[in-house]
């Protein structure tokens, strides 16, 4: 592998509430996740996020979720497919709109949180986003987990599906994400992360919670913007990638 995507969940500062620090994030990823409005953000945040990725040429991502302020996007709704399907198109229009204001442009999708992890399996709320996807531009694609209901539907509809992993996430033997509840879910220590990433990107495989070797295939790393230290360890992530002979580059 030569280069991969790095990207990162960024935009979900509030008002006065700030989350992450954006501008630094961008000068070690290569693509951004912006919060649409659902999970996070407001519209001047979102619109200055966009203005600085612009900038610093990193790639807009429209980082569709839950409606849910309160809970940050991070738990399960029982929502009607037809309703999830509609505020998925709501918030990769508003982020269209945002992006083409400072002149860039939405170039794929990732879900958030709850979502994210829900559509790992849950078949009819997968559909309904990528109904919604393939409604908004078929040419849009999806991020998600290898193995994911989401992106066996997207690659069924004709959508680009690509593999994402984790650079700050523990991972169960069958793949899926360790949940945030358990000790040991979120990865701090920065040799520990590199070390995964570079697993990753150089071997395809990933250390599980039990300690087994897992096969995963990823085009995309992503280092989350909001974990304490963030824009150290993706720093460090960058570096690590940089010193093995693999760079950085967005999958679109």
Known sequence: MNSIDLNSDVGESFGRWSLGDDTAMFSSVSSANVACGFHAGDPSGIRKTCREAVAAGVTIGAHVGYRDLAGFGRRFLDIEPSDLADDVVYQIGALQALAAAEGGK????????????????HTAQAKAVVDAVRSVDPDLPILGLPGSEVLRLAEAAGLRAVTEAFADRAYNPDGTLVSRTLPGAVLHDLAEVTEHVLRIAADSTVRTIDGSLLKIRAESICVHGDSPGAVAMAAAVREALRAAGIGTAPFV
């Open 106 to 121: 939405v170039t794929y999708v990732k879900p958030h949180g709850g979502l994210y992890n829900a559509i790992v399996a």
